[in-house]
């Protein structure tokens, strides 16, 4: 049997087919809960990776603070907002990852101004010159793609990164942030009143779960903090609340920090009441060759201290998320289902692994009276 659904893209509609394997999957998927991820870079990606297999109900909101690479030239010749990020989740979200990877991924190796652009950060920059924003672009590539949730930017209007670091200096713009040659104390964005998107505080307020990171804690997490209202809507939210601290140290951000440390600054940054539950990486087996490599280049493992991270009331849920192989960072299906079994617990109940026996059984009796 096949299925069919209509889907408004702009002023068009066209009929989604599916399958009743499809079709059963994708309700399964529509039934799940509502899970906010909030932060940047490769780190959101990891998750939204593995989160999808459980749940559709996905918003990402991604910092806009870039200015490197493509994303800087774009930033700078268009006014816009960078939108590597923001294409890098799309791609985690798709259905048929590896292939929109290839194409969105794809970058310009020659063309006088084409050089060293991704396709898929034109391709957003063309959609937002049809829609006339950047936001309703993001929205149609959405559906357009049929990615399992959606992506926004958390607001609108370029930010610019500014830190202060331990000797009263200032420096301005996320690619020095990141490379910072002393500790930072604080961090700010310019402007410093900007207007978050609307759809980013609903959703926070409908959340069932909120996870900040993993990712660049000063780059791709705070920011988003910085922007006017998120936090308030985090605190005001009754959903789960979850902070993801990285597995590695980030040299010029996070140089010798703790698991506690990265909490405290974020806390610092955000608010008392934003985190419910740190997720730590437990495996420190990593192998001396990696770990030397890492050490040239100014990383080390996050390691944790639970009485200090408990002294900051938080809840402490300990795993083994590393997926050491070119890169460290965390495995996308066990940092996912981290996260989805504390969720599931708290409700009274496990997720899919206890549903999957029952969903088979009720799938068969269905199909039976077809």
């Known amino acids: 049997m096949i299925f069919e659904e209509e889907i408004l893209i702009g002023?068009?509609?066209?009929?989604?087919?599916?399958s009743r394997k499809d079709y059963n999957r994708w309700r399964?998927?529509?039934?799940?809960?509502?899970?906010v991820v909030v932060g940047g870079g490769t780190g959101l990606s990891v998750l939204l990776r593995g989160l999808k297999?459980?749940?559709?109900?996905?918003?990402?909101?991604?910092?806009?603070?870039d200015d490197g690479g493509s994303s800087g030239r774009i930033r700078e010749e268009f006014g816009m907002v960078p939108v590597g990020d923001v294409r890098n989740c799309i791609v985690a979200l798709s259905d048929r990852e590896e292939l929109m990877e290839q194409i969105f991924d794809y970058r310009f190796q020659q063309g006088e101004g084409l050089d060293g652009h991704s396709l898929g950060n034109l391709l957003l920059v063309a959609m937002t010159h049809l829609t006339g924003s950047f936001h309703d672009a993001v929205s149609d590539i959405n559906e357009v793609l049929?990615?399992?949730?959606?992506?926004?930017?958390?607001?609108?209007v370029p930010i610019t990164l500014k830190a202060i670091l331990d000797d009263d200096r200032e420096i301005v713009g996320e690619s020095c942030v990141s490379q910072a040659d002393r500790p930072i104390m604080r961090l700010t964005i310019e402007p410093e009143n900007v207007e978050p998107l609307a759809e980013a505080l609903e959703a926070i307020r409908e959340a069932d779960a909120i996870v900040l990171g993993p990712g660049s804690l000063f780059t791709s997490i705070i920011p988003n903090?910085?922007?006017?209202?998120?936090?308030?809507?985090?605190?005001?939210s009754k959903a789960m609340k979850f902070y993801v601290c990285n597995v590695m140290t980030q040299a010029g951000e996070t140089d010798h920090y703790s698991a506690e440390d990265h909490l405290r600054v974020?806390?610092?940054?955000?608010?008392?009441?934003i985190v419910d539950y740190i997720v730590v990486n437990n495996h420190n087996h990593i192998s001396p060759e990696t770990l030397h490599r890492y050490a040239e280049e100014g990383a080390a493992p996050v390691f944790y201290n639970k009485s200090a991270l408990e002294a900051l009331k938080v809840k402490i849920i300990e795993a083994d998320l590393l997926n050491e192989q070119q890169v460290l960072r965390h495995d996308s299906a066990r940092l996912a289902r981290c996260i989805m079994d504390t969720i599931?617990?708290?409700?009274?109940?496990?997720?899919?692994?206890?549903w999957r026996k029952v969903y088979k059984l009720v799938r068969r009796k269905a199909e039976m009276h077809v």
């Open 11 to 18: 002023t068009s509609v066209y009929i989604q087919k599916r």
């Open 28 to 35: 399964k998927l529509q039934q799940g809960p509502n899970i």
């Open 53 to 65: 297999e459980y749940t559709s109900n996905i918003t990402a909101i991604v910092s806009v603070g």
């Open 146 to 156: 049929q990615i399992r949730g959606r992506v926004l930017p958390v607001t609108d």
């Open 225 to 236: 903090l910085l922007v006017d209202g998120i936090v308030d809507a985090i605190l005001q």
């Open 266 to 273: 974020l806390l610092e940054h955000g608010s008392k009441g």
């Open 344 to 354: 599931y617990a708290r409700c009274g109940f496990k997720y899919p692994w206890g």
